[in-house]
């Protein structure tokens, strides 16, 4: 491979836009102001990758990663007191992707702000190191390809509208963060992740959004239907959660409960759609959506109870009974109002359907 000599100006301007403006803002302070040995020797680790690059000893992407290990090298005692911090209140398990086939998430109901954005900022830290260790050895391997659906953004739910204000105060180091109001999702998006549209419902009335690139790309599908407008955001909390995966296509049908039946029979060809795996049913008062919905379709469906109710349904009691009790074949029920770990049972659901997509 034959790197491509540009002049220096460009060089620094192209490094500028990879997130190293702090590192090179230094360089340059240390340029003019060295006093001491440590200083010029940093400034000279600086200017030898610099030099490389326009000589074409190295490529552009390596000098991305060596120019993040320098920037991680300096503030590793700083980063040393932070993880200290982190392990005194939380283990956190970056391998459950890989082991269990869906990622951990943050649930935030209980935990400060400033617990949930660290947690967060630690997540989003090992999966850019992990992304700029692919990008090394594609240096090697002109072959291998980043796949962006190997990676995920990271979730935090249950965050309610105090915590999201307390959360934007925060500093963030290792990605963006966006909040989805309806579900009460946090999104994590890491720096080193190549951007992916994330579609949310902000609007109730909007009842059929599909989820961000992944619809171009031949995926299962998963619809996610609820019995009214009041358990939309239990349901939004498993669309949200799906199509932060990037592994699957979401189709949201809401507000056909059984008061009106012909509502969701108006939905059947939705709901029979080739293309739909599985699909994920949320209902309240007498949750009896998720039973007519495994009686009109093959596919596995999953039933979520909402806590939406008069007094006898007792918190979402009642329509897990009765989900519990269905008479149809094939329907799952997870707990109440449990819309992410509904999400996290139909996407393994469809595993087989990834592995041929």
């Given amino acids: 491979m034959i790197a491509q000599v540009i002049p220096k100006s460009k060089l620094i301007a192209c490094l500028v836009n990879c997130r190293f ?34 000589n074409g000893k190295i490529h ?5 990663a060596l120019l993040s290990n320098l920037s991680n090298d300096n503030s590793n005692n700083t980063n040393n007191s932070d993880k200290k ?7 956190i398990d970056h391998d459950r992707a890989s082991r269990a086939g869906f990622p951990e998430a943050v649930f935030s109901q209980g935990k400060t702000p400033e617990q949930i954005v660290s947690i967060l900022d630690n997540m989003a830290e090992y999966i850019n190191t992990d992304i700029m260790n ?16 190997d990676y995920n953004s990271i979730l935090a739910t249950r965050c309610d509208s105090e915590s999201w204000e307390a959360i934007q105060k925060l500093p963030v180091n290792n990605g963006t963060l966006t909040y989805h109001s309806v579900s009460k999702i946090v999104t994590m998006h890491p720096s080193q992740l190549v951007s992916v549209s994330e579609s949310s419902i902000e609007d109730p009335t909007i009842l059929d959004v599909a989820g961000g690139d992944n619809n171009k790309i031949n995926y299962p599908k998963i619809i996610v239907a609820c019995a009214g407008t009041t358990d939309v955001p239990i349901a939004e909390e498993a669309a949200i959660t799906l199509q932060s995966s990037n592994r ?5 049908v809401y507000d056909v409960g ?9 939905a059947l060809p939705k709901l029979r759609d080739p293309d739909v795996k599985c699909i994920i049913v949320c209902a309240g008062m007498d949750g009896a959506l998720p039973s007519v919905v495994a009686g009109l379709v093959k596919v596995p469906v999953i039933a979520v109870p909402t806590s939406i109710g008069y007094g006898a349904c007792f918190g979402g009691v009642s329509a897990l009974l009765t989900m519990l009790n269905s008479c149809a074949p094939g329907v799952a029920v997870v707990n109440i109002d449990n819309g ?13 359907h990834n592995k041929t997509a």
Avoid: P, W
């Fill in 134 to 149: 692919e990008k090394r050895m594609m240096m090697n391997d002109g072959d291998k390809i980043i796949k962006k659906m």
């Fill in 340 to 352: 992410f770990g509904a999400a996290a049972l139909a996407f393994k659901c469809i595993q087989d």
């Fill in 60 to 64: 552009t992407m390596e000098a991305e």
């Fill in 258 to 266: 059984v008061a009106g039946l012909h509502r969701i029979l108006n």
């Fill in 248 to 252: 699957c296509q979401v189709e949201r």
């Fill in 21 to 54: 403006m702090k590192t090179i803002t230094h360089c340059e302070r240390s340029l003019s102001t060295a006093t001491t040995n440590n200083i010029n020797k940093e400034t000279n680790t600086i200017q030898s990758i610099l030099q490389n690059v326009q």
């Fill in 85 to 91: 911090v982190l392990e005194s209140y939380a283990n």
